[in-house]
């Protein structure tokens, strides 16, 4: 990506992301809603040397599924990746508990066909709960928050640094993540994405932590901040 937008890591503790423009462009395999350059962020367990996002074992959850408390990113706070103005603070909707992938994935398809043709408008059946900063570099989002877990309003100054909500499972989500973008406008419908990396962060390389500079995280990497 040429010139991203430099901005603080939103979020503290190791996580891994599966889906980031370190990896492909676009990085959710769409440029609609500003999401052309957009990251997810799921919590991994620190105490584990795997990429492990849950405490119970792949059985249970494929079988029962798992519930919200145990995944490791679930509730973790959420903050500010750069100072700006809150435009949007949408909070109320729903998560699902427990989490089951084939549920998950049924419902977030039902959703994305109710969305694509014009069912719903809301644009929170994608997003869930979600806060939107105007920076002076764009618009940075952050999505599927904890229900109940804003902290802002919108017309609210935040500086960097500032914590805005709790990571979540909300909307088009098949478990707690942070979906995090930066786009030219605050209306996710007229917007277009806009690259940014992270100002500092670790990865965990060959049984060590080295420290990164204006970063992209891949897919397969593991980070800490």
């Known amino acids: 990506m040429l010139n991203p937008i ?46 492990r996002y849950f405490r119970p ?31 949007q603070a949408q ?8 989490v089951h992938p084939v549920q998950d994935f049924l419902i977030r398809l039902q959703n994305a066909r109710a969305f694509t043709s014009n069912q719903t408008k809301d644009y929170r059946i994608l997003s869930g709960n979600f806060i939107v900063v105007e920076t002076s570099d764009g ?15 919108a017309g609210e100054r935040v500086i ?12 088009n989500s098949t478990a707690p993540h942070l979906h995090f973008q930066l786009m030219d406008h ?13 100002r500092e962060y670790e990865i965990f390389q060959e049984g060590a932590w080295r420290s990164v500079q204006n970063g992209i995280p891949r897919a397969t990497d593991r980070i800490r901040k």
């Not at 909070?91 to 427990?98: A, H, L, Q």
């Not at 960097?160 to 909307?171: F, I, P, T």
Request: charged letters at 15%; a negative charge.
């Open 6 to 51: 430099v901005l603080d890591f939103p979020l503290r503790g190791e996580w891994f992301a599966p889906n980031t423009p370190g990896t492909r462009i676009p990085s959710h395999g769409t440029d609609l809603l500003g999401a052309t350059y957009a990251y997810d962020f799921i919590g991994l367990d620190p105490k584990s040397p795997r990429m």
């Open 57 to 87: 074992g792949w059985l249970q959850y494929l079988l029962f599924g798992v519930h919200l408390q145990d995944f490791f990113g679930w509730g973790k706070p959420i903050f500010s990746a750069a100072a700006g103005t809150v435009v």
């Open 91 to 98: 909070d109320g909707w729903p998560e699902r508990n427990p």
């Open 139 to 153: 618009c940075a989002v952050y999505a599927h928050a904890q229900t109940g877990s804003l902290l802002v309003e």
């Open 160 to 171: 960097a640094g500032q914590q805005l909500a709790k990571v979540g499972h909300s909307g």
């Open 186 to 198: 605050p209306d996710p419908w007229r917007a277009q994405g806009i690259p940014c990396c992270f």
